[in-house]
């Protein structure tokens, strides 16, 4: 099968006009953030009860505000990579529906130049307050216990989806995975679900399915074509 969009589009592959494209923490590896899990992730440090879950936040808020504070800081730092400055040039010039679903809590699609973004797990770039429930953008660290600027309760947390919650928009994905004709996941394990679920959906519905990850993902049999190496060199391929 090609490889290539333009090939696709061209090929026997009947007209590809929406698009739904997956991203995980792979994407950004080579932007220098950890991914979550193997060798070298950030799961190897923490526990992931003990950080990403609503009980650990109950539990000991100090530990994860300090570890999201910590991510926040680093993230800032990084720049986007060749992934992502491919997605954002097919954003840009494809006529059709695009929508990337990243379950990233970094901004580095944006700052690519990517507009049709949903952040399903949320974004370390806005902190959420329990007391009122309003999301504002933040940069700084939360462990101090600032107010909120909105109802000056010491209420916030990081604007993230944990273990247990619901991801945000999953109305808006469906409906565009119901509509897709192509959906392709980029550097992710399909280990978390429901993100990990999205490609047997897909499926389901008849829309064709690409992986590209470093390696074969936990759902790598239920696409139709998996190809397998860095997301900054097999992207651009993609893409071009
Ligand atoms: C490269 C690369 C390079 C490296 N180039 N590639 C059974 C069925 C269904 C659900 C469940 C179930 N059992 C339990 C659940 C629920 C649970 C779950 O999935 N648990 C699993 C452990 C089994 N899920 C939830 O609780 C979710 N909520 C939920 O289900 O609500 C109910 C619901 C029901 C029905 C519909 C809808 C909802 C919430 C999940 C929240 C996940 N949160 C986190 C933290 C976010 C904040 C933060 O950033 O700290 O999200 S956990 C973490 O995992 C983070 C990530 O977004 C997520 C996925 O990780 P990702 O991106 O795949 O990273 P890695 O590290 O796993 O993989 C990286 C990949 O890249 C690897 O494959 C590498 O090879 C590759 N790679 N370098 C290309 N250079």
Known sequence: MPFSLAAWFMGDMGNIRNIVILTGAGISAESGIDTFRGGGGLWEQ???????????????????????????????????????????????????????????????????????????????????CTACDVRTPWRDTLVERPPCPECGERALRPDVVWFGEMPYEMERIYGALREADLFVSIGTSGAVYPAAGFVREARAMGVRTLELNLEPSQGTAWFDDARHGQASKLVPQWVD
């Open 46 to 128: 923490h526990k992931v009860e003990d950080v990403a879950t609503p009980e650990a936040f109950a539990r000991d808020p100090d530990l994860v505000l300090r570890f999201y504070d910590m991510r926040r800081e680093a993230i800032q730092t990084k720049e986007p990579n060749p992934a992502h400055e491919a997605l954002a040039q097919l954003d840009s010039g494809w006529k059709g529906e695009l929508l990337i679903v990243t379950q990233n809590v970094d901004d580095l699609h944006e700052r690519a130049g990517a507009k049709r973004v949903l952040h399903m797990h949320g974004t370390h770039l806005n902190a959420w």
